[in-house]
């Protein structure tokens, strides 16, 4: 069993940064695949990055690529996500997810993750 716990949210301003953390609780974070997804007020859950278990590969939705920086921290069961040349449109819920499944490409689909956690709330103003 894994707990997500996501911190780093809060208020910012288009063209500016904020960083998300999101700790894990549990001795078996290093082999997970971690995730990043957002969801927006009337939107559906969309998918913003993922990383794999040892950092190796990464990926992005086309949204957030050049703007976002997903990286971990296995010694301290953190996974971050780095948001810079923040727009308006990135105002969203974001919750961290994390699979056991060993992939080799980590996925963009919510359906890959069995853990999630309860979300940050990052608003952007303009």
């Known amino acids: 069993q894994v707990q997500l716990v996501e911190s780093g949210g809060g208020l910012g301003q288009a063209g500016g940064s904020l960083r998300l953390s999101c700790a894990a609780s549990?001795?078996?974070?290093?082999?997970?695949?971690m995730g990043w997804f957002r969801q927006a007020p009337g939107k559906e859950r969309e998918f913003v990055a993922a990383?794999?278990?040892?950092?190796?590969?990464?990926i992005y939705a086309d949204s957030v690529k050049g703007r976002f920086t997903i990286a971990r921290d296995n010694a301290k069961n953190t996974v971050y996500l780095q948001m810079t040349s923040l727009k308006p449109e990135d105002t969203a819920v974001y919750y961290c997810?994390?699979?056991?499944?060993?992939?080799?490409?980590?996925?963009?689909?919510?359906?890959?993750?069995?853990?999630w956690g309860q979300g940050t709330q990052v608003t952007v103003s303009s």
């Open positions: 990383i794999t278990w040892s950092g190796g590969i990464t």
């Open positions: 549990g001795r078996t974070f290093s082999s997970y695949a």
């Open positions: 997810a994390a699979t056991s499944r060993r992939v080799i490409i980590p996925s963009g689909h919510g359906g890959a993750y069995e853990y």
